[in-house]
């Protein structure tokens, strides 16, 4: 986007209506039998495709690399994520996955995408699908979603990426896309682990390295063979790789958030030059209560178990309630239900409803938690 000047930039508007009439006056007037625009609108925004796994490849001693090819994979952009819809015991289960294969990949002669799953032994669907995951199988997906992208207008080309554990994953497509002159700029990638077996996506990273392309890794804890950075991202380890003008981008868990938000605020970092992709927590360090979820739908209603340290959306999930989940961290809406009874707790990182929802009790499902019985109405 080229910024001319205040009066050029206006006046174009008026340009362009002039344009436009004439276009109108001297038009055919036979039907415009194939619209090219909704072609188009079609292929980048699909809906809900079926995409077949054809292969799996160990990242680490706790994650895999998952390919998955089909028909119909839209382009993205770097930092999207998409989400696999699947059973697991006959329990219909949603959830959203970083994107780590470059957009040229959904367009090449075989398209495919690519994500990484990680062994969590507290989660239904990491665990699950590390575990069982094979090839062949099958997945719903909608994918080309989320706004954790690189903006050049908005965006410094100097790029810091801070993240910790499988938080990575979001940036080696940033990094593929940058090594296939999708995007301009410069990558330093600064990444915090445990311990070294949580070096995730590490082989595939070392292909990309360049003066454009940088990855740092910071240890945790105290191991004998490392001879890296040890400690945490501070703000010594954070000015160390960046300019004047970087824009930094935070991916991983909460701990890793509130520290390093700390630390870019002692170096003082204007708040527009950080971007962060917004987490959920698990909350397991609640008081784990029991309540009754009573959930309407038309005329009827069920009643079904909720807890305070699961979110609405996993209750329903859990009770075989169809509830359409995306991002799972109260961004996208997409899971919006309205509360007509009982008190409940929405974290605030997490609680990004319009205000008006606010105002007439509308909640997103993914991240509002019980702290009472509680009685929601969905759609049917």
């Not at 367009?107 to 507290?122: A, L, Q, T, W």
């Not at 606010?358 to 499902?365: D, I, L, N, P, T």
């Amino acid at each position: 986007m080229k910024i001319n000047s205040t009066v050029r930039d206006f006046s174009g508007a008026i340009r362009v209506r002039g344009k436009r009439k004439k276009k109108f006056l001297y038009a055919s007037e036979e039907p415009v039998k194939v619209d090219e625009i909704k072609l188009l609108a079609n292929k980048l925004h699909p809906g809900i495709i079926s995409l077949k796994v054809t292969n799996i490849k160990l990242s680490s001693l706790y994650s895999k690399i998952i390919r998955l090819e089909g028909e119909n994979i839209p382009y993205f952009k770097a930092g999207q994520y998409l989400t696999l819809s699947y059973k697991i015991n006959n329990l219909n289960v949603t959830r959203p996955y970083s994107i780590i294969s470059s957009p040229n990949d959904a367009i090449s002669d075989k398209p495919f995408v690519e994500i990484c799953i990680g062994y969590r032994e507290n989660s239904i669907s990491g665990k699950y699908l590390f575990e069982n995951v094979k090839i062949n199988d099958e997945f719903k997906v909608e994918m080309g979603l989320g706004d954790f992208t690189y903006n050049s207008i908005r965006d410094s080309k100097n790029i810091v990426c801070i993240a910790g554990g499988t938080g990575i994953t979001p940036f080696l497509s940033m990094a593929r896309s940058l090594k296939d002159g999708i995007l301009d700029a410069n990558i330093t990638i600064i990444h915090g682990v445990s311990n070294s077996k949580d070096l995730v996506l590490n082989d595939e990273f070392k292909e990309l390295l360049s003066d454009k392309i940088k990855l740092v890794h910071v240890l945790s804890s105290n191991e004998d063979n490392w001879d890296g950075l040890k400690g945490f991202i501070d703000k010594d380890i954070i000015s160390k790789y960046s300019s004047n003008d970087s824009t930094y981008f935070i991916c991983g868990p909460k701990a890793m958030y509130d520290f390093v938000l700390k630390e870019l605020n002692e170096l003082k970092v204007n708040k527009r030059r950080i971007r962060k992709e917004v987490y959920q927590d698990n909350y397991s360090d609640v008081k784990r209560e029991k309540y009754t979820l009573e959930v309407v739908r038309g005329i009827d209603s069920t009643f079904i178990d909720c807890y305070s340290n699961e979110s609405l959306a996993l209750a329903l999930e859990k009770a075989r309630i169809k509830i359409h989940t995306r991002c799972r961290s109260g961004v996208c809406g997409i899971c919006r239900v309205r509360v007509l009874d009982g008190e409940y707790y929405i974290p605030k990182d997490n609680d990004l409803r319009r205000q008006t929802d606010k105002e007439f009790g509308y909640v997103h499902s993914c991240s509002t938690y019980p702290r009472s019985n509680i009685k929601i109405k969905i759609n049917i």
